[in-house]
């Protein structure tokens, strides 16, 4: 049988949850099966890509749109598309959701899209768009139940249409960051002392995240355990926000934040227990990273953590208050080393079930079916 032709499209790669999700997987997919092309909407000039992450089993296809009425741009992608005649197109995020799922009209593709967060903040005319162009969608994937749920009574589509596919981790990858010089120079890139210790989150400094949560409990929490340091990856509009919110504190000798980070496994590996305090997510597949090395992980209590944090086990949850995230950071902290072991070796079982190769081919199977009939 011919390779089939997968089109894997997303709006942009740079450094962000979704777009490593993508990179992991086609990096992963079975070359014997597909022929695997990735299309890039937005070129994202100036800004950290996945691009050189990528494996030589993928084909590249980099456009530089606009927007949506950027015509010079349709002609550019319909001409692509003709030359690819993919079989399936295999989409993420709005933008590339709404072009991949207009076109199918002119090629007659098969389409799977996916879901990646509760998107609160969608406009009327998105959830339009998105109500409308599920028609010609063949599956919508979620990557948790709350997800599906949500999206299905947001935008009025039938609970039929989606079907449920975690994220994956790449684990062997993010161990293989890990060693003790990796761990030496993170350490002292961030100038710890041996007797310092290391909260961590991960993520991109915008209102979802609520950074300031997490500044103002552990404001308090250092007070009780002056030992803690906390470091802050990623970046984003509220930088300079937050960084004032520290200064104001008088945490800025021990609050990092270093920006973005390609590679997160060692500054994982060298931080005692991860915190999403996010308002909002759609899996939070940084927990699972987390997990991995062994840390418990400290979440609100939210969509898609709450499927795999089993509380008092592999983390705990907070109700977002911040003196109640300081108690859950406390009572973390003053664990004992046989009850603190007994947290890491959950974590690191709970994201064994989300390892990459699992996920991806949970994917091939529901492609297979989509194309059922193609293929016969």
Known sequence: MDKIKLLVSISDFRMGG????????????????????????????????FYSSLSNQVQVHRLDWKGFLDIPNWFKTIKLISVVKPDLVFSHLYFSNTVTRCLKMLFGYKVVTVEHNTYVNKTKSQKIVDQMLAHLTSRIVAVSSGVADFTAKQEGISP??????????????????????????VRA?????????????????????????????????????????????????????????????????VV??????????????AA??????SKFEGFGIVCIEAMALGLPVISTEITGPNQYIKDRQ???????????????????ANLGESEMGKFREQAIKTADEF??????????????????????
Do not use: C, W
């Not at 596919?165 to 990796?182: F, M």
């Not at 005692?272 to 305090?277: A, E, G, I, K, R």
């Not at 996920?359 to 989509?370: A, C, I, P, Q």
């Open 160 to 185: 039929d249409k989606f079907y449920v596919i975690p994220n994956g981790v790449n684990l062997v990858e993010l161990k293989d960051q890990v060693n003790e010089q990796s761990l030496a120079e």
């Open 314 to 332: 592999n983390g705990l949850f907070t109700n977002g208050d911040p003196s109640d995230l300081k108690e859950k950071m406390s009572q973390l």
């Open 272 to 277: 005692d227990f991860f915190v999403l305090p």
């Open 18 to 49: 979704a777009q490593k999700i993508v990179t992991d997987f086609v990096n992963n997919v079975d070359a014997n099966k597909f022929e695997i092309h990735l299309l890039t909407f937005f070129d994202s000039q100036g800004e950290n890509t």
């Open 189 to 253: 890139g961030l100038g710890l002392k041996d007797n310092e210790k290391l909260v961590i989150t991960i993520g991109q400094m915008i209102k979802q995240k609520n950074h300031s949560l997490l500044i103002e409990a552990f404001s308090d929490f250092k007070k009780e355990h002056p030992e803690y340091r906390l470091l802050i990856l990623g970046d984003g509009i509220l930088r300079d926000e937050l960084q004032k919110q520290i200064v104001a504190s008088s945490l800025e000798d």
């Open 256 to 269: 990092f934040m270093p920006g973005l980070k390609k590679q997160v496994g060692p500054y994982l590996a």
């Open 355 to 376: 390892a990459i190769d699992k996920v991806v081919r949970k994917y091939e199977s529901l492609f297979l079916g989509v194309l059922g009939s193609k293929l016969s």
